[in-house]
């Protein structure tokens, strides 16, 4: 098919052609960015919703449970989904599976995983472009689902427009990586299983985290909102913490864009730059460079500056 | 000072040349690229030890506990301290700073605190070049104590030779930002003020996230070592886990160096990358197609390319 053909097909909504174009970004950076530039100019309409937490917070019943309510109120909703655990890659229960199947029937929701594979910087960009794609498509809100635990998924957060941190308190506290790095950037913070031992604390916790939190006037003020995934409860508060979010000032979400646009390019232009040192110089001669390196035979700065100058032809 | 008198200076352990190196490699990329490429062919004798864990986790009074035992044996030692809580950048008690003030006035120990400032991969770059002149200053071991909790400070733990996280049992926990990409990265676990309630549950916590780790035949399997810093119990232990490592095997450290090898490579490279376009485009100019981006008058991707394009002059 046709780059022209694919694009007015994505944005037709087309379910193939969304799908096909999401392999594209994966698969083959050159033409995934072709696909891009001719996409942007029809994005910017989308909320992108960023979800993230450890393994077992919940998140994918939260996904579910948003997902409904969002197709109630007749908005439209894709999904990315970059947890290995998460259900729709097939790490879960039936009953999850079975579930988020009925919305893979409706044609106003579109699911798809995303793989966390690939160097640094390029899950962010994959997951970056698939959200530029649904927003073009036609979607309303794109969520992205994403483990809260790796670099790659700290950088994903960067690149949505609100961040909401799943935390569940009493047992997993200790393992459950409430890291500070997506302290920092989360916009509502859902303490999930709500019902249980040491809610309160968890909420108390991320009260006093979020104090030491540099605060600008007139700019958002994080949320905290209790939710139990699986009965529902608490899940309207969620969807008014992100309405919220959206609508408190104009501004705001303009200047977060603004941030998301400049950590986007800079992440395309570091990897483009990666990468054609890398294409221009080959892999063998690379890793013949590391080992001098190693070795101490050369330094890195020489090293880095040989890799730059062959990579130009200079040599 | 001439490079060269500086250089000289710096190899012959004199400690305002080796701080005035250090000076040059945080505030002056280009000239400290020059100093590392003369001291790096003198380095390689040192092993390069990385501290990380949460604040309050007693980093500090364990790299102090540890640069008396090391000094003990007569063994010279070099800190750099990226922790902003650490004693040695003011944020402690007086008792702390006193006593690592006594360190300061032994000609065999060099403290040095650097400002987590500065743009990504920029961190790591400055902690492995400060590392590689101390080494090259005749430091019999390099500790780099960071607090595991940014980006930039994993990139850090990633350039040594033996990374050893700190975590503490007990209230803490959930804030105490146990994250897994440290946990991928540790060689040796600490479990601070051991005394404490729910040491043993940390303790098996660490023991169940490590065996989720992929572990290859003849790897170094990572070690838990129980501490109270403030008494100095399990210290000798954590130095027998330190010793093990570094003996365990020459091809295990060969291997570790040569991954750190790649990975300053990496950061350098990309470091410098990134500044040749900013040097050549101007920042005016960059923020200017953020602008443009953020608008949706054009896309990421054109945008890189311009910058890429006009970085090399070709516009």
Do not use: C
């Not at 999930?192 to 540099?214: F, H, I, Q, W, Y």
């Not at 209790?226 to 705001?252: N, P, W, Y």
């Not at 400049?262 to 990666?274: H, K, N, P």
């Amino acid at each position: 098919m046709e780059l022209s053909r694919l694009v007015d097909r994505i944005r037709a909504s087309d379910v193939r052609a969304t799908a096909r174009g999401i392999s594209l970004i994966e698969n083959d950076p050159e033409i995934g960015a072709g696909l891009i530039r001719d996409l942007f100019p029809h994005s910017g309409h989308a909320l992108i919703v960023g979800i993230t937490g450890a393994p077992g917070a919940g998140k994918s019943t939260l996904v579910d449970q948003l997902v409904s309510r969002w197709r109630k109120d007749g908005q439209t909703v894709g999904v990315i989904a970059v947890d290995p655990t998460s259900p729709y890659t097939g790490g879960a229960v039936l009953g999850d599976r079975i579930r988020m199947q009925a919305h893979a029937n409706d044609p106003g929701v579109f699911i798809r995983s995303m793989a966390t594979r690939g160097r640094l910087g390029g899950l962010a960009r994959a997951t970056a472009d698939a959200a530029v794609l649904l927003d073009a498509s036609g979607k309303d809100i794109v969520l992205i689902e994403t483990v809260g635990v790796g670099q790659g998924e700290i950088e994903v957060v960067r690149t949505v427009d609100v961040a909401v941190v799943v935390l569940v308190p009493g047992m997993g506290d200790g393992v459950q990586v409430l890291k500070a790095g997506i302290m920092e950037i989360g916009d509502i913070f859902v303490v999930n299983k709500a019902d249980r031992d040491g809610a309160d604390r968890t909420v108390s916790e991320v009260e006093s985290l979020l104090s030491l939190r540099p605060y600008q006037e007139g700019e958002w003020t994080p949320r905290i909102v209790r939710t139990q995934a699986t009965t529902g409860e608490g899940v309207d508060g969620l969807m008014d913490a992100i309405e919220a979010f959206r609508s408190h000032s104009a501004e705001a979400l303009a200047s977060r864009r603004r941030v998301r646009a400049g950590a986007q390019l800079r992440i395309i232009l570091s990897d483009r730059l990666m990468r054609r040192v890398e294409r221009n110089v080959g892999s063998v001669d690379i890793e013949a460079l590391i080992d001098r390196v190693a070795e101490r035979r050369t330094d890195p700065y020489t090293a880095a500056d040989a890799l730059m100058d062959r990579a130009e032809g200079n040599v």
